[in-house]
Structure formats: structure tokens, C-alpha cells
């Protein structure tokens, strides 16, 4: 993978997850400020409000490169990552280039540092893995990894990784030092329970009605004009999406008129924000990518609770059915084969 890719792959996630993250689900109870509860990986956490006030999140379960499920606890100084955040945000895709995107990288990555890390393994694979000669840091990219338990058929490897605290200022450094220090209490406390996977995409577009980015009311209906639709899920924050913009906007002109493209902007909140309105239609008009742009509002939750990140794209017939496989990630080629052998069908 090029350096650049990498770096553009790393700052769409990294982005997601600071962005719209937040994190696991807070469980209702005497400390509902304190208590969450991550359903995909089958963890309860207690987080007490002072330390999350000094910087300590809960971020959305994931995959590690080696396809293992894992959810962290990270340390965030606020008045520097916030800052960088809004700094990146603001910018136009134009300026978003390789040597910013580096250098934003660092420097977000000086100021927040992963706490506690779970990785969840298959126990029939660890068991057997283990027996081979592996040991726990062998599935965790961090490193200290300790077997804390079973759950639901995986083995739970726990890591608190040592963190290098260059660049920090002596403030800084104190508070991680601090928050390093309490996720000794955090592993003290931390709960089991059933584990409940993403929700299933499901086979249909449900009812909708929206706007796109001119402001035309937009339902369903659009996709009976056509055989086949195909969605493209992406978002204002996404470089990847960006970059991919420009050839869509040219495929779109030269599709068969029984196939259309539409995309679906994943990170408008509403009416009123018109900050990433504004920074959408910036983005298409530079790509020339005038084909229909639609705002995902609380009638896609269904299809964006199934989203773990973008771009996603689907393919719908007619009546809105989803058909074959969705394809994540900016795969131009991907789509086009796609299409190519719905054709030929």
C-alpha cells in the first residue's frame, strides 16, 4: 500500500471514530454517566465522570489488521486534539494534501494515546494457536497482552500498552499519567455480558423521504425510474470518498439510461447544519460529480446502524431491494464489475 493511501485510509477512520464517536452505549443505571456498555464486543466498562472529564473515551468497537475484534479506552488532551480536529475539518479537500494529512497524523497521534485495549479471539483458534507456540501479543497490536477471561465463546486478551509521552507538555503528561494509572481500577471493574453483533443490512431500502443537496424533496420513487441504483455511502470527513468523487461523476454521464448512481451524505445532521451542507456541495462541484446527492436523515438508521464505515456501496434494483454483496472501501473497479455483470445477466 502506498504511503499516501495509507495515510488518507488512516485519517478517514481516525476521523469517524473523533467525529461521530463518542462511545459504547451508556447503560442506564444509578451512574448513567459512568457506566458503558459496548453490546458488539460483550464488555460493560465503568468510567467515572471526573476521568472522562480529564480526557478518557470509550471508542466504537472495531477490527485489528488481523481481522480480531477489538475496543480500546484512549486518552484525548482536549485542548489540543479539539483544536486539530476543527483545524483538518475545516479545510478544503484541496488543501487536505499529503504533507498535512502527515503532519496531522503526528501530531494527533502525540496527543491521544490508547489506555486499555481488548482483543477478542475465537477460544477453539487461541486454544489451538497457543499450543502452537503463540503467545498473547501475537493477536493484539498492542503489546503487554494478558488472557483476562471468556465470554460467549472468545478469549478476551487485555492490553495496557506503555505509551511514549514525547511532545507532551508537563500538564499533559501528569493527566495521561494520571488516567495511565486508573485503568487499573477500570480492569477491576469491568463486566461481561451477551454479545450482540452490528445489526444485519437489511434487504431493502426502507420508506424514505429527504432532500438532496439542491434542496428537492426525494423518495423512494427514485429508484423506480431505473433497473439499477447504485448507492454510494460517503461522508464530507472521508478523503477516500473525496478522491474517488471525480471518476464517479464521469461514469455517471456514461451509464446505460436504466442505471443511475446516487449518493447518500452520511455526516449531514439537518437542516441546520449547514456546515457540511455547504462543504458537500463544495466537494461534489469540484468533482463534477452532478449526479443526485441525498441527505441520509433518521429514515436510513436502519442502513446506517449496519455502516462501520465509508465509502459503502450498494446496489439496488428497482422496487429498492438490495442485491449481491455491499463493497466498503473506494473500489471504482469493484462497482463497474458490478454492474457489468448485472448486465450481462
Known amino acids: 500500500m502506498s504511503f499516501k493511501k495509507l495515510i488518507t485510509n488512516i485519517f478517514s477512520v481516525l476521523l469517524a471514530v473523533l467525529i461521530f464517536a463518542g462511545c459504547g452505549e451508556k447503560k442506564s443505571g444509578y451512574l448513567d454517566s459512568e457506566i458503558f ?88 483458534e487461541y486454544n489451538e494457536a497457543i499450543r502452537n507456540g503463540k503467545t498473547p501479543d501475537d493477536f493484539s497490536y498492542w503489546k503487554n497482552a494478558e488472557k483476562f477471561g471468556t465470554n460467549n465463546g472468545y478469549v478476551y486478551l487485555l492490553s495496557i500498552p506503555d505509551n511514549d509521552t514525547d511532545g507532551m507538555s508537563e500538564e499533559e503528561k501528569a493527566q495521561y499519567e494520571e488516567c495511565h494509572a486508573y485503568m487499573q481500577t477500570v480492569k477491576e471493574n469491568i463486566e461481561f455480558t451477551e454479545i450482540n453483533k452490528k445489526s444485519e443490512l437489511p434487504k431493502q431500502i426502507p420508506e424514505f423521504k429527504t432532500k438532496d443537496l439542491k434542496g428537492n424533496t426525494i423518495t423512494n420513487d427514485i429508484f423506480s425510474e431505473k433497473d439499477l441504483t447504485i448507492i454510494n455511502i460517503w461522508g464530507t470527513f472521508c478523503t477516500p470518498c473525496i478522491e474517488e468523487m471525480p471518476e464517479l461523476g464521469e461514469w455517471a454521464k456514461s451509464m446505460p439510461n436504466n442505471i443511475q448512481i446516487v449518493g447518500l451524505i452520511s455526516d449531514i445532521t439537518g437542516d441546520e447544519d449547514t456546515k457540511h451542507q455547504k462543504l458537500a456541495v463544495s466537494i461534489v462541484e469540484k468533482a463534477n460529480a452532478d449526479f443526485t446527492q441525498i441527505i441520509a436523515n433518521k429514515d436510513f438508521e436502519s442502513i446506517m446502524k449496519w455502516v462501520t464505515g465509508v465509502p459503502t456501496t450498494l446496489f439496488v434494483d428497482k422496487n429498492g431491494n438490495i442485491l449481491g454483496e455491499p463493497i466498503i472501501g473506494a473500489d471504482v473497479e469493484g462497482y463497474k464489475k458490478f454492474v457489468e455483470e448485472y448486465l450481462n445477466e
Open 37 to 124: 456498555e459496548s453490546k458488539e464486543t460483550g464488555l460493560i466498562f465503568y468510567v467515572s465522570d471526573e476521568y472522562q472529564k480529564k480526557g478518557i473515551e470509550v471508542e466504537p468497537s472495531n477490527e485489528n489488521e488481523q481481522g480480531y475484534d477489538v475496543i480500546s479506552l484512549y486518552y484525548y488532551y482536549k485542548p489540543v486534539t479539539d483544536k486539530l480536529i476543527d483545524d483538518i475539518t475545516a479545510l478544503s479537500p484541496d488543501e487536505r494534501t499529503e504533507e498535512v494529512l502527515e503532519k496531522f497524523y503526528k501530531q494527533i497521534y502525540t496527543h491521544s494515546k490508547c489506555l486499555l485495549n481488548f482483543t477478542l479471539v475465537k477460544e477453539d
